[in-house]
């Protein structure tokens, strides 16, 4: 069965300070990734996917990152946060021919101090 | 300029009444879904449509029903029989095809029991 864990339900960092927002998931097949921001009462938004071609991904505002196969990971990172980056984060899964459905993580919710 | 609509944003519902929520899409998506978000779970998949007059149930169908009578169109009736709606739900739209995967969200709306 497929799976996602955000290894982190909150993270706290400075601004400008580095983000580390980490992510291990379970798949059988080569699945597509994606990271999603949702701020508070809205949608979510993508940030960044893979899918099968290059393993780091550049994604928006700033944001990237890298699917390992040998550690099952998809670790999302930005080199310096900015207020505006606090909102929740998800990873999430799409298994590989499963009609679009996707899995999500339980989420990791940044902070970002002045 | 294309998206997805959810309405009402608020929606408030007495006990033993069942309530539709409205997700509309133009942007010419084959699949629809709709999501169920609570503190601290991530999303979980309600319902999803590939096509038109065709859906799956999801992970926690139970209490829900959708029809897809149009490609632009995917409501949600939240029935009485469902003893816990008070959340924040979100359709989300996908092409579903290939690596072209990513879903697009809506606004949400947030059903609230009184």
């Known amino acids: 069965a497929q799976s996602v864990t955000q290894l982190d339900s909150h993270v706290s960092v400075s601004e400008g300070t580095p983000v580390l927002l980490r992510c291990n998931y379970s798949?059988?097949?080569?699945?597509?990734l994606f990271w999603y921001v949702q701020h508070p009462n809205k949608g979510l938004q993508l940030l960044l996917k893979?899918?099968?071609?290059?393993?780091l991904v550049k994604g928006i505002n700033g944001f990237e990152a890298e699917f390992k196969k040998s550690e099952t990971s998809f670790h999302l990172t930005k080199p310096s946060a900015h207020m505006s980056d606090a909102a929740e984060y998800f990873c999430v899964v799409s298994p590989y021919n499963q009609g679009g459905k996707l899995i999500f993580g339980q989420g990791t919710e940044l902070s970002v101090k002045p | 300029d294309g998206g997805i609509t959810q309405s009402p944003k608020y929606l408030f519902r007495k006990e033993g009444q069942n309530v539709t929520l409205s997700c509309e899409q133009n942007?010419?998506?084959?699949?629809m879904y709709w999501y169920r978000q609570d503190p601290g779970q991530g999303l979980r998949l309600i319902y999803y449509s590939q096509i038109v007059n065709d859906f799956q149930k999801g992970d926690i169908a139970e209490g829900y029903s959708v029809s897809r009578e149009k490609k632009e169109s995917f409501p949600l009736t939240v029935t009485s029989a469902q003893k816990n709606p008070t959340a924040f739900y979100l359709c989300a739209s996908s092409i579903a095809r290939g690596d072209r995967n990513e879903a697009f969200f809506g606004q949400g709306t947030r059903l609230t029991v009184v």
């Open positions: 893979y899918t099968s071609a290059a393993t």
């Open positions: 942007l010419n998506h084959d699949a």
């Open positions: 798949s059988s097949y080569s699945p597509s």
